[in-house]
């Protein structure tokens, strides 16, 4: 039995990361299906809170913007970031895990929202091993070419009227 002084497992387990791609105004200039992937992201965010668990965002936008979500103020702060900036990230979600791997290393559990693309969700399945858990939020996955088959992580599909661009 080890005892670590002076480390922290808070905010370590869970990480939501959200693909904030330009490709997704492309897809849809309205911003409808943008609001409702960044609404689902929060939501899923604002219940861990409310659960008290600590957790990281990290968001695939121009910035890189990662937050630490312990309490209202730091989700606040988070609600306000999104609202104040368009998607503008210019990586494939692909290549930003690619360069953020950082942030990857020893969570329980990884939380992408994205858009229903093979390349982008086969990287997100290149996180799991045996201790965590990956799982992919993504809109009409049936209709992509995404296959499930022989998955190792966790795909669900994101539904409702803000999804029909994707």
Do not use: W
Not at 31 to 55: C, F, K, M, P, W
Not at 110 to 138: G, H, M, S, W
């Amino acid at each position: 039995l080890f005892v670590r002084r002076g480390e922290t497992t808070e905010e370590k387990d869970v990480l939501i990361i959200l693909d904030m791609n330009q490709a997704i105004l492309a897809m849809d200039p309205a911003g409808i299906y943008e609001n409702t992937l960044v609404t689902d992201a929060l939501t899923l965010s604002r219940g861990l809170l409310d659960q008290g668990v600590t957790h990281g965002v990290l968001l695939n936008d121009a910035r890189g913007q990662y937050h630490q979500i312990a309490n209202l103020d730091g989700f606040t702060q988070l609600e306000e970031d999104l609202v104040a900036h368009k998607a503008d990230g210019r990586e494939t979600l692909r290549e930003f895990i690619a360069r953020k791997n950082e942030y990857f290393h020893d969570r329980g559990t990884l939380i992408f929202f994205t858009r229903p693309r093979a390349a982008d969700i086969d990287a997100c399945e290149q996180l799991k091993y045996d201790r965590n858990e990956v799982v992919v939020f993504a809109p009409r996955l049936a209709d992509s070419d995404v296959s499930r088959e022989g998955r190792r992580l966790i795909l669900r599909d994101l539904e409702g009227p803000g999804y029909e661009m994707a």
